[in-house]
């Protein structure tokens, strides 16, 4: 009989001391409302960087397909704050003429604006502006050489 694996192609392990249902749900709920994993981890109550990206390889208790579905939601968190930003652009393009004030105010919301857009587009695919091209013989099948 052959051993179950990991995604790492490793044997699954036990379930790790660190691992508690309730830590890896909140870990779970503050990425889908857009925290960092590096912020989270950071926390004295939290386990480390390394131990949840662990929990993701080994898949512990389906933490992995829960963990890239957070961060799908990530994606949609960011897209919405892409959004919200611009907009907020709006309200802070004032200042004193010749000043380069409300300037300055807009061209930092641009550049957040920038900024999470690209990682909207990373961690959630339909905010990507990547062009994917597939190529494939006749009837969708192989290319023959």
């Known amino acids: 009989m052959e051993e179950s694996k990991n995604k790492g192609g490793r044997p699954k392990s036990t379930i790790p001391p660190s691992y508690t249902p309730a830590i890896a749900s909140e870990i779970l709920d503050r990425i889908s409302n857009g925290e960092s994993k590096l912020t989270i981890c950071g926390e004295s109550h939290m386990p480390s960087y390394s131990t949840v990206s662990k929990w993701e390889l080994d898949d512990v208790e389906g933490f992995s397909a829960r963990y890239a579905r957070a961060r799908e939601i990530q994606g ?8 919200a930003e611009s907009e907020a652009a709006l309200g802070v393009a004032t200042g004193e003429a010749g000043t380069g004030e409300a300037g300055a105010r807009v061209m930092a919301k641009k550049i957040l604006a920038d900024n999470l857009k690209w990682r909207a ?3 959630n695919g339909k905010y990507s502006n990547r062009v994917k091209q597939e190529i494939s013989g006749p009837d969708g099948g192989a290319i023959q050489t």
């Open 121 to 123: 587009g990373t961690l």
């Open 76 to 83: 949609e968190y960011y897209a919405d704050r892409v959004t």
